[in-house]
Each structure stands twice: as structure tokens, then as C-alpha cells.
């Protein structure tokens, strides 16, 4: 299995400002995924991150507002914009095993806990 | 669409008991279907998958859970609960036009007490 790091681990921000997450991964990934878990809620899925192309995005989240940095096959950024207390949730990335089949195990990272006041 | 239903916020079992975590889903095509769970302020954690085969599946933990086609079940089942496995439990679907993307369920909180 992948060991994935994410950084920070948790923040408290303000309104108005903007947050960048890490993800680490310990070995060479063609797919990174960013999901969001409301307090309480369950997850769902932001976008897509493959190497050297766009991320996709999900029905409901835009570039302007998470945009996503995929700047080699370990390493993933995603950013939070223009926080709201809305935007408080625990943002996970993950990794499908090999990313080449629909059966691969998706390895999660353990998440970035972000509070906005 | 893909998803997936866990009808049940929260389960409480004794410990020793035997424990079941109810999943049903919905797919488009052939179902591949994951466990996973959530220790508090920890990331998720893959606990089984079913892809085809046998429908009684084995994971982590002791855990165990049975694909039942008819009744588009996933049921997550354990003998004998333990303490430790009080936890938030996710029921996932794997689908839809993007590789590798799950759907998941609003997940169980188990609760197990000594």
C-alpha cells in the first residue's frame, strides 16, 4: 500500500484567505484524488489530479475556488480560496493503487483539518 | 449513478457481541465495493473490497463482509466486537466516467461498549 503524507494537519484561518495542503506520496502515482468531508457529512469527491494535465473538477467545484498543482507523479497541492467558515471541513487526498484498473484500493491520506473563522 | 446507503447512523453493540454495519448500492454496471473506516482525527482506512468471487469477503481486523447480489448488499460483519473497533465506518461504490473515483456512503457510527 502507499504511505501518504498530507501538510498541515489541521489550521484555523481567517476569512477572506487562502490555504494550500500537501500531499506526499512514497511511491510514483499516475491519479491523485481530493475529497472534502463536512463536519458530520460524508465524503465527496473535488476533482481529479493527473500529472501533467489539468485537474478535473466535480459538478459543484471550480478552478477559481480549489485550484490544484500537480507538479510530478508524488506530489499533489490543492489550494482553498477565499475561505469561508463554508469551506471548514477535513480535506483528504488519495491514491488508487496502481491507477490503471477500476479494482485498484484507494489509500487515503490522514487529512488536513481546516477550521475558518 | 453509483451510490450507496448506510441506513443506520449510529450502532451500539456490547463487547463480545457480533456487529453488522448495513450497506446497500445502487450501480450501473458490475458493483466493486469497499469498507473503509475512520479512527477519530486519523484518515480513512481500507478494510475490504468485494470485485467478484466469493461473496463473503475478508479484511482487515477480523472483519468480514457479504455481497449479496439480490438484495444489493454490502453488509460489513465482525464475531465479536471489540472496543477498538468503535469507529466511524464508510461504505463506498467504485463507478461512474472517472477511474478510481468512489462514491460513499454518509457513514456508521459504531459504538462499543465494555
Known amino acids: 500500500s502507499a504511505v501518504i503524507s498530507q501538510k498541515p494537519s489541521r489550521d484555523i484561518c481567517q476569512r477572506g484567505t487562502s490555504l494550500t495542503i500537501q500531499c506526499q506520496v512514497d511511491?510514483?502515482?499516475?491519479?491523485m484524488f481530493w475529497y472534502r468531508q463536512q463536519p458530520g457529512q460524508s465524503l465527496t469527491l473535488i476533482a481529479t489530479?493527473?500529472?501533467?494535465?489539468?485537474?478535473?473538477?466535480e459538478s459543484g467545484f471550480v478552478i477559481d475556488k480549489f485550484p490544484i498543482s500537480r507538479p510530478n507523479l508524488t506530489f499533489s497541492t490543492l489550494t482553498v480560496s477565499n475561505m469561508s467558515p463554508e469551506d471548514s471541513s477535513i480535506y483528504l487526498c488519495?491514491?488508487?493503487?496502481?491507477?490503471?484498473?477500476?479494482?485498484?484500493?484507494?489509500?487515503f491520506g490522514p487529512g488536513t483539518r481546516l477550521t475558518v473563522l | 449513478a453509483q451510490s450507496v446507503a448506510q441506513p443506520e447512523d449510529q450502532v451500539n453493540v456490547a463487547e463480545g457481541n457480533p456487529l453488522t454495519v448495513k450497506c446497500t448500492y445502487s450501480?450501473?454496471?458490475?458493483?466493486?465495493l469497499f469498507w473503509y473506516v475512520q479512527y477519530p482525527n486519523r484518515g480513512l482506512q481500507f478494510l475490504l473490497k468485494?470485485?467478484?468471487?466469493?461473496?463473503l469477503v475478508k479484511g482487515s481486523y477480523g472483519f468480514e463482509a457479504e455481497f449479496n447480489k439480490s438484495q444489493t448488499s454490502f453488509h460489513l460483519k465482525k464475531p465479536s466486537a471489540l472496543v477498538s473497533d468503535s469507529a466511524l465506518y464508510f461504505c463506498?461504490?467504485?463507478?461512474?466516467?472517472?477511474?478510481?473515483?468512489?462514491?460513499f456512503g454518509r457513514g456508521t457510527q459504531l459504538t462499543v461498549w465494555p
Open positions: 511511491s510514483q502515482v499516475t491519479m
Open positions: 468485494y470485485i467478484t468471487g466469493d461473496n
Open positions: 450501480v450501473s454496471g458490475n458493483p466493486y
Open positions: 488519495s491514491v488508487p493503487t496502481s491507477g490503471r484498473a477500476i479494482t485498484d484500493t484507494q489509500y
Open positions: 463506498a461504490v467504485e463507478g461512474g466516467s472517472t477511474l478510481g473515483r468512489l462514491y
Open positions: 489530479a493527473n500529472q501533467g494535465s489539468e485537474a478535473t473538477y
